[in-house]
């Protein structure tokens, strides 16, 4: 059984998928590990490192051919020919928006796996991405330019920051917590009710409709629900007369298989003073800000910095140390210890809920042709 860790070829990505440390690991369950050369560079993982782990340092041609290949990002159109037919392949895929990515997998042979689709079980938390990256992403958002506590000096005052969270999950809550730490004013906003008491608890005030339909916006996963056009409306009105008075806005709010909701208009932004900073997390889902664009710092006629680029991107240490941790717990699920082999349980919920490609074909039924 031999383990392929690719350098990633999305020249934005800075993350690696497997770090010495993980090498080890698969080492210790018995696999060989490929791991092409520089894949760790940008990460802060020299090849050395690998090297001394164990692993073998080889040509990105010989990491595509292993049978289980790691990545950060979805396989490239240039790498899926490359892949092995019966190859596993485990990867953040963003199946949403790249259906025809997909269909190329499963055209392939390749049995593809989706880290972002396991369900929020106990039993998948060591290999939840998505909060791993999220709480690197808001921890890492809340930092900006200037000091953000309230300081009385001999040369006068200056005022703390008001920061403002949209969007309280993961990464939003990690925003909070360091935006107060940090000393700014917070207040935050989420369109699920059980959020009020999470943002209250960490000493920050909530700022929300709270009609009816905001009372039933949680779904079952826990996730939000796509709002009515009327509470859209409802909701940009609140925000519009919150938002001119704040210095930094930090926007994450996502639905799960939906463009991430437009949350701040260019008006909004028009609205805010000079040097006030908006970071949008979820610029790689469409942007909860009007004028972001992914990987950009976009300035506004009137001062204001969007942040469009990648949080995670800029930790990439952190960022691959965990989301390798994450890969390995799972990956380990796939392989059989005493035979030191790939041995997918086909029926295992958390293989059932995250493989969207096998044996030629699309098998996630969120995914399958109509
Ligand atoms: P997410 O990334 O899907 O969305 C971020 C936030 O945006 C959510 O809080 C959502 O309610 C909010 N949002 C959506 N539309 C909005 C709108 N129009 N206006 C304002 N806010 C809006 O969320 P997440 O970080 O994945 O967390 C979702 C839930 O899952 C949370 O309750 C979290 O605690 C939970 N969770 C559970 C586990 C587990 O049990 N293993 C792991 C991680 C997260």
Not at 11 to 19: F, K, N, S
Not at 203 to 222: L, N, W
Not at 311 to 328: D, F, H, W
Request: aromatic residues 6%.
């Amino acid at each position: 059984m031999r383990i392929g860790v690719l350098a990633e070829t999305d020249p934005a990505e800075t993350r690696v998928a497997a770090t010495p440390e993980t090498v080890k690991k698969f080492l210790g369950l018995g696999a060989d590990v490929s791991v092409e050369h520089g894949a760790g560079a940008k990460a802060g993982f020299p090849d050395a490192e690998y090297q001394s782990a164990g692993a073998q340092l080889v040509s990105a041609e010989e990491a595509l051919s292993a049978d289980l290949v790691l990545k950060v990002r979805r396989p490239s159109g240039g790498e899926i020919p490359r892949l092995r037919s019966d190859a596993i392949v485990i990867a953040t895929m963003d199946p949403y928006e790249h259906r025809e990515a997909i269909e190329t997998m499963a055209k392939a042979g390749v049995a593809a796996f989706a880290m972002e689709l396991l369900p929020r079980i106990t039993r998948a938390q060591s290999m939840d991405v998505l909060s791993s990256q999220a709480n690197l992403a808001g921890y890492r958002a809340a930092e900006y330019g200037r000091a953000l506590p309230m300081m009385m000096t001999p040369a006068g005052t200056v005022t703390a920051a008001k920061l403002f969270v949209m969007g309280v999950g993961v990464a939003g809550l990690q925003a909070i917590a360091t935006g107060r730490r940090l000393g700014a004013v917070v207040t935050a906003t989420d369109v699920r009710p059980a959020t009020k008491e999470q943002v209250e608890s960490l000493g920050a005030k909530f700022v929300a409709v709270e009609d009816e339909e905001f009372k039933q916006a949680e779904t079952a996963g826990g996730y939000a629900k796509e709002m009515s056009d009327a509470y859209k409306a409802k909701q940009a009105d609140l925000i519009a007369s919150h938002i001119a008075k704040q210095d930094i806005v930090v926007t994450t709010a996502l639905i799960p298989g939906r463009p991430a909701p437009r949350l701040v208009t260019a008006d909004m932004v028009k609205s805010m003073r000079a040097g006030s900073v908006i970071v949008d997390l979820a610029v790689e889902r469409g942007g909860n800000c009007e004028l972001s664009r992914p990987g950009e710092l976009v300035f506004s006629d009137n001062g204001v910095r969007i942040v469009g680029y990648s949080n995670v991107t800029r930790i990439p240490s952190s960022a691959s140390a965990l989301y390798a941790r994450n890969l390995y717990a799972f990956a380990e699920t796939l392989i059989d210890k005493e035979n030191k082999s790939l041995a997918v349980n086909w029926d295992d919920e958390l293989v059932k809920a995250t493989c969207l490609t096998r044996g030629g074909a699309i098998v996630h039924p969120n995914f399958m042709p109509q």
